[in-house]
């Protein structure tokens, strides 16, 4: 669910990982690609990521991720807390299949069948830097966790800052 910032001292969550892509850069990330780039840009506070594709076919994707360790997130919930800028994002097919700018994640179960939040973010068009806060919760047989923000399946460019995953009891 989307959240609002004034909320976050009433959650009961741990201290977040933290990147503002300042100083690790991408060293913390995978770098996930099937074409388009992946580069530093002017950020909401100092340097950002900057994804962009020019061109795609079908679900071809441009994102970072981050695996989180299972032992610990399963049965949890994960709140996710960025800065977002778009530009001339536009969508492939449909939305709905993560055909946008999106920030979500990715859990496999003991079947190996995949598992994502039904109401990730999902980004189109322009617009300036905002401030977004999501809250999902993770299933107690995840086998793997992975965050993710970047393009599937469009065109454009989307930037991310000061990104904070929180580990949250409820
Ligand atoms: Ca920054």
Same mark, same amino acid.
């Given at each position: 669910? %989307?959240?609002?910032?004034?909320? %976050? %001292?009433? @959650?009961?969550? !741990? @201290?977040?990982?933290?990147?503002?892509?300042? *100083?690790?850069?991408?060293? #913390?990330?995978? +770098?996930?690609? =099937?074409?388009?780039?992946?580069?530093? =840009?002017?950020?909401? $506070?100092? !340097?950002?990521? +900057?994804?962009? &594709?020019?061109?795609?076919?079908?679900? #071809?994707?441009?994102?970072?991720?981050?695996? %989180?360790?299972?032992?610990?997130?399963?049965?949890?919930?994960?709140?996710? @807390?960025?800065?977002? $800028?778009?530009?001339?994002? $536009?969508?492939?097919?449909? *939305?709905?299949?993560?055909? =946008?700018?999106?920030? #979500?994640? @990715?859990?496999?179960?003991?079947?190996? !069948?995949? /598992?994502?939040?039904?109401?990730?973010?999902?980004?189109?068009?322009?617009?300036?830097?905002?401030?977004?806060?999501?809250?999902? =919760?993770?299933?107690? #047989?995840?086998? &793997?966790?992975? *965050?993710?923000?970047? +393009? !599937?399946?469009?065109?454009?460019?989307?930037?991310?800052?000061?990104?904070?995953? /929180?580990?949250?009891?409820?």
């Amino acid at each position: 669910m %989307l959240i609002s910032a004034s909320s %976050l %001292l009433a @959650e009961n969550c !741990q @201290e977040p990982i933290v990147d503002n892509f300042d *100083v690790r850069g991408f060293k #913390d990330w995978k +770098l996930n690609s =099937s074409g388009g780039t992946i580069t530093y =840009s002017e950020g909401y $506070k100092n !340097q950002c990521v +900057l994804i962009n &594709r020019s061109s795609f076919g079908g679900d #071809d994707f441009t994102r970072i991720e981050k695996d %989180l360790p299972v032992e610990a997130w399963a049965g949890k919930s994960i709140m996710i @807390e960025a800065w977002v $800028k778009a530009e001339n994002i $536009k969508p492939g097919k449909k *939305v709905v299949y993560h055909h =946008s700018g999106h920030i #979500d994640f @990715e859990v496999f179960n003991s079947n190996y !069948q995949p /598992y994502y939040p039904p109401d990730w973010g999902r980004y189109i068009n322009t617009f300036d830097w905002k401030h977004v806060v999501y809250k999902w =919760s993770i299933p107690k #047989d995840a086998v &793997r966790i992975t *965050v993710r923000f970047g +393009l !599937q399946g469009a065109t454009g460019s989307i930037y991310f800052d000061e990104i904070k995953i /929180y580990k949250c009891d409820n």
